[in-house]
Nanobody, 128 residues
Framework: QVHLVESGGGSVQPGGSLRLSCVAS???????????MGWFRQVSGKEREGIAA????????YLATSLKGRFAISQDNSQNMVYLHMNNLESEDTATYYC??????????????????WGQGTQVTVTS
């Protein structure tokens, strides 16, 4: 089993920045080896939206087109951590942000069904 824990959420003014962190623990490098990690967000009443994902082994990064220039994903493989860097935040970015991990190859990184493990979520609120 793999356990994911997000941190770094909070309240920020429009134009501000946050960095979300996700640490993976458990069978990360053995029986449930993680090969992909991703970030999703969800607003109450709406579907979970894929934001970014990373191919752990090759460090290939994927980002939603609408967020390019403001968001970025990175990893610290030695610490089993993935980060979501969020800049120039807008009120529309207010959501619960989830970290996800996959033990199989991901073909559609934006699809929640491609991922096997999920964190509990961290709230990001952008408000003046």
């Amino acid at each position: 089993q793999v356990h994911l824990v997000e941190s770094g959420g909070g309240s920020v003014q429009p134009g501000g920045s946050l960095r979300l962190s996700c640490v993976a623990s458990g069978s990360v490098r053995s029986g449930s080896q993680i090969i992909w990690m991703g970030w999703f967000r969800q607003v109450s009443g709406k579907e979970r939206e894929g934001i970014a994902a990373i191919d752990i082994g090759r460090d290939y990064k994927y980002l939603a087109t609408s967020l390019k220039g403001r968001f970025a994903i990175s990893q610290d493989n030695s610490q089993n951590m993935v980060y979501l860097h969020m800049n120039n935040l807008e009120s529309e970015d207010t959501a619960t942000y989830y970290c996800a991990a996959a033990k199989r190859w991901v073909y559609s990184w934006w699809a929640p069904d491609e991922f096997d493990y999920w964190g509990q979520g961290t709230q990001v609120t952008v408000t003046s």
